[in-house]
């Protein structure tokens, strides 16, 4: 059957649709005969046939309905594949049993993988049973996020790369942690990250990691304060930027004030011969509060020399 075309499962739906005005008007003949002997009978007797307007619609309104589900049925299947044996797939390395399901039914790009229990139809039915995948004990379904990223979902928390993750975890193809949200508070080159804030590996930007935590949680040195809740750090732990809000922006000790993604030079010298964390920055620039024109990233910009130690 061509795309576009009715086909037989067309024609049988709507025949389904539209069998209860066709009987209701045959019957309503055949009575209105019968029983004024002629075909003045039958004529009023089709009088009768509005009458029946509520049947045929809704016997219309379940055809309707039996044909949108046999379409996503019919969709459903030609975007899923379950494996039958173990195969790499999109570069990475899938059981057998896996149920994947495609962007389109070309099947070129998978959206998604979940693991089913073969022992265990209800479950299967429901809930995913954990594998190793990537190099995870317990993967319950991978989500594709992006050209190179997958979002594991975990049956239970788990140390990733070093990090207490939670159940969610970010990776590349070959099983990196790109992020996740911690399980538990951590202490990193200096700086506590709390339980439930958001780390972010190498993201876009030059950053080594990136934090997201709520506003303050995280506290810097150097008269920079609390941290306004978003925050990109150097590998080690040097405050690289930090998000702050035209209503909320960073206040320079004895300077203006910056809003925006405020970025903090830091002097090369001092790489590696302090903690990250300790390391004063030279200066930081970011947009004006007060300018309109200031979009707080690319317009509007200045930057203000950081004040030296007392």
Not at 8 to 32: E, H, K, N, S, V
Not at 52 to 64: E, I
Not at 220 to 244: C, K, S, T, W
Request: charged share 20%; hydrophobic share 45%.
């Amino acid at each position: 059957m061509g795309e576009g075309s009715l086909g037989w499962a067309g024609l049988i739906f709507l025949a389904l649709d539209i069998w209860p005005w066709l009987l209701a008007g045959g019957l309503l003949l055949l009575l209105g005969a019968r029983l004024a002997g002629g075909p003045l009978g039958a004529v009023l007797a089709l009088g009768a046939l509005p009458l029946l307007a509520p049947v045929a619609m809704v016997g219309g309104l379940v055809a309707s309905e039996e044909w949108s589900s046999f379409q996503q049925r019919r969709h459903d299947e030609s975007v899923t594949t379950i494996l039958s044996e173990a195969a790499v797939v999109d570069g990475v390395a899938l059981p057998a049993g896996a149920r994947i399901t495609w962007e389109d039914p070309a099947r070129r790009r998978v959206l998604g993988v979940r693991f089913p229990a073969p022992d265990d139809p209800p479950r299967a039915a429901n809930r995913p049973a954990p594998v190793p995948v990537l190099g995870l004990p317990g993967v319950m379904s991978l989500y594709r996020q992006g050209a190179d990223r997958w979002q594991a979902d975990l049956d239970e928390p788990a140390t990733v790369g070093g990090w207490p993750c939670g159940r969610r975890v970010l990776l590349d193809a070959a099983g990196r942690l790109r992020g996740c949200e911690l399980a538990r508070a951590v202490a990193w080159q200096g700086w506590t990250l709390t339980e439930g804030a958001e780390v972010a590996l190498e993201p876009r930007g030059g950053a080594f990691l990136e934090v997201t935590a709520p506003a303050g949680a995280m506290v810097a040195p150097h008269g920079i304060g609390p941290l306004p809740g978003r925050q990109g750090f150097a590998r080690d732990g040097a405050l690289l930027e930090a998000r702050y809000g035209r209503e909320a922006p960073l206040r320079v000790p004895g300077g203006p004030a910056l809003w925006g993604d405020v970025r903090f030079r830091h002097d090369p010298a001092t790489q590696g011969a302090l903690p990250g964390r300790d390391r004063r920055p030279l200066a930081a620039e970011g947009g004006d509060p007060e300018d309109p024109a200031s979009d707080g990233w690319r317009s509007g910009l200045r930057a203000v020399p950081w004040p030296p130690a007392p």
